[in-house]
């Protein structure tokens, strides 16, 4: 059967309550860390609904093995494969699929892993999937990190998060969680001066001040390395989210708008200072 670790217990159980009472959701946003635990629960999920034997899901149905093998007609993986960015194309065989009735079943299971590296063409054509299925249809987003999510899409999701079942408490676990690997956070080192730069060019542009430009520059010439520059755009996309959280939403909402078209701009390989610049032009009135 597909693994179902400790860790995912508790998700589990939630979507198999769902499942007795009817009650599944047209599309989630499985949050976690360790992207391949919440692709098994996905799968899991897919073969609860689907399996014919007695203790749901057994494994060992001809539907389950299907599935896990990933031969189902009804159950549909897309990721990356090894690529920078999840494409327009990948998209649209999904909304072709949503044409076709169900096979095997009586709904069809979508499943986008790594949702976090949709490009902005693709997130948009997403959207249309989510708020109108024409088919009976529970797609499932897997992502290591939500700041990387259209709000629009994540507004149209019911969110789990496998991720934050006990309180972050350190800056390494909280790093983790949020797309660093262990040599990533190892890397980085002390982060203090970063932080306080980082700190001040996001207030400058909340101000609108011209000093903006002046910390942009700055910024661009202290962090050297990949890391450092991923970390830059974590604490101005943690700072973003706290501005959501304590109410002040069209700051909150306005800055993750921008960062998200910045995370879409470095794909084309933008340098740090002219992404910098961007944002702090978006920025001054």
Request: with cysteine; aromatic share 8%.
């Amino acid at each position: 059967m597909v693994n179902i670790a400790e860790k995912g217990a508790k998700q589990a159980e939630f979507l198999r309550q769902a499942f007795e009472q009817n009650k599944l959701a047209h599309s989630y946003l499985f949050v976690d860390a360790n992207e391949v635990q919440a692709l098994n629960t996905a799968y899991w999920l897919a073969c609860l609904f689907n399996c014919t034997g007695k203790n749901k899901p057994d494994g060992s149905c001809q539907n389950c093995r299907q599935i896990i093998s990933g031969n189902h007609p009804d159950v549909l993986l897309v990721e990356p494969e090894g690529k920078q960015s999840l494409g327009i194309d990948q998209v649209r065989l999904l909304k072709e699929e949503l044409a076709k009735s169900p096979v095997q079943s009586n709904v069809r299971f979508f499943f986008i892993n790594e949702a976090q590296k949709l490009t902005l063409s693709a997130a948009n054509a997403l959207l249309n999937l989510l708020e109108e299925p024409v088919a009976p249809v529970v797609t499932i987003l897997i992502t290591n990190n939500t700041d990387q999510i259209l709000p629009t899409i994540r507004s149209r999701t019911q969110i789990i998060n496998f991720t934050t079942n006990e309180a972050i408490n350190s800056k390494t676990e909280e790093l983790l969680a949020n797309g660093f690997s262990p040599n990533d956070v190892n890397d980085l080192g002390d982060t203090s001066k970063l932080e306080q730069k980082t700190k001040y060019f996001y207030q400058e542009m909340l101000e609108s001040s011209s000093l903006a430009l002046v910390s942009a520059h700055q910024l661009a010439e202290m962090a050297k390395s990949k890391n450092e520059q991923k970390y830059i755009f974590f604490l101005l996309k943690k700072w973003a989210q706290t501005e959501l959280m304590n109410g002040k939403q069209q700051d909150g909402a306005r800055m993750l708008r921008d960062l998200l078209e910045l995370d879409k701009m470095q794909y084309s390989n933008v340098s740090l200072r002219n992404l910098l610049d961007y944002l702090a032009l978006q920025w001054k009135r």
